[in-house]
């Protein structure tokens, strides 16, 4: 009695974060910093889920100005996310070889190989000037990815009313998270898209599939649990709400939406062939995330060697695909997108909640039902 007494008081609890934001339906737009945008933030709110923007690799006087574009398009809430990783460190004789391994492929296009490396962008751990961005601006919700800031910093937005999310891929991460006074976890699956957000690369990661995830935390964790990865219809939403989680958080869903800043090549990417193959890779950035197979996730797996620190390696992947780009192959970005890939389907984003919601409810799947390209 005791147990079925717990899961009853629990399951009350994990509706009111939603209540508490007025979000009437259960879809949370992952923020996929550098192609959500406003504009899509802004129309998944408006049809009724939860629109995100990302802010890694952006600046505060940027962060202020997307927060506000947001805020100009829409009276819902929506969520701000930030990347909370560990300062890399310099290995200078790692990055030597990782760039001289490299070489040959920006030979293949004409170009110079990067004398060193630097890093592209800070960790909201240290940012200052952004977390009086977040505490002025006040976004209804701020999410934090790649681990937990300080109790000073979650006690400043708390103060300022966000509601607070983060995202966890283990028992012990969620348990970290309740005790730092989060609202909310996202348990963030092996098939999810992007980077994982392990709190450190240094800990053995068990990749735990959504569903045995989101049930682990549910039964360990006195929070709402929002289930992420590899969910792409709303048959699936159903079926996640179904183990108890109270709403999913989908990415790869919304990429090809036009309100998306996701470039031709990354559209074409979820149309061909490496949409069915998605990869978990270091190479791109220094962190394990989840992309498209192409040439240069193909070239990883080949080459032992251990890439530069979170996001030092970026300077040489960045680099190294406008190289490519501008001889005209596309095969060596950072197409991140989860499994189940090829199973987007390109439309609005409004319009995509709307149908999210409709098989949802209706319990229709639109499984069969091949992506319009």
């Known amino acids: 009695m005791g147990g079925v007494l717990r899961c009853s008081v629990a399951n009350v609890e994990r509706v009111s974060w939603l209540e508490r934001l007025g979000i009437a339906r259960p879809v949370v737009q992952a923020p996929m910093a550098g192609v959500s945008t406003p504009e899509l933030a802004a129309a998944v709110s408006n049809a009724g889920g939860l629109g995100s923007i990302g802010l890694a690799g952006t600046g505060a006087s940027a962060a202020w100005s997307m927060i506000e574009g947001a805020r100009a398009l829409t009276a819902e809430a929506f969520n701000v996310n930030v990347f909370v990783h560990r300062a890399p460190i310099e290995h200078p004789v790692r990055e030597a070889a990782w760039l001289a391994e490299m070489r040959p492929l920006f030979g293949e296009f004409g170009a110079a190989t990067p004398a060193a490396l630097s890093t592209l962008f800070g960790t909201f751990a240290e940012d200052d000037d ?131 800043s996701a470039d031709d090549a990354f559209r074409a990417a979820l149309s061909g062939p490496g949409s069915e193959h998605t990869t978990m890779t270091t190479a791109i950035s220094g962190r394990p995330a989840r992309c498209v197979a192409n040439r240069f996730t193909a070239w990883a797996a080949a080459h032992a060697l251990t890439p530069p620190e979170f996001p030092r390696a970026f300077d040489a992947s960045r680099a190294l695909n406008a190289a490519a780009r501008a001889c005209g192959d596309p095969g060596f970005g950072a197409h991140w997108a989860g499994q189940g890939a090829s199973r987007h389907r390109p439309m609005p984003a409004g319009a995509l909640v ?5 098989e949802r409810t209706s319990g229709e799947s639109c499984m069969g039902h091949p992506a319009s390209h």
């Open 130 to 260: 952004l977390l009086d961005v977040l505490v002025e601006a006040a976004p209804p919700v701020v999410s934090f990815h790649l681990g937990l800031p300080d109790a000073a910093r979650i006690a400043a937005l708390r103060a300022a009313g966000c509601v607070l999310l983060v995202s966890v891929t283990s028992t012990a991460e969620g348990e970290l998270a309740q005790e730092a006074g989060v609202d909310a976890v996202v348990a963030q699956g092996s098939g999810a898209g992007g980077h994982r957000g392990v709190f450190s690369v240094d800990a053995s990661d068990d990749m735990l599939d959504t569903v045995t995830l989101t049930r682990l935390l549910l039964e360990r964790l006195d929070l709402p649990v929002i289930a992420a990865g590899g969910v792409m219809d709303g048959h699936e939403v159903r079926s996640m709400m179904g183990l108890g989680a109270t709403a999913v958080q989908m990415g790869t869903a919304f990429v090809a939406c036009p309100e998306s």
């Open 354 to 358: 709307d149908l999210l919601e409709e």
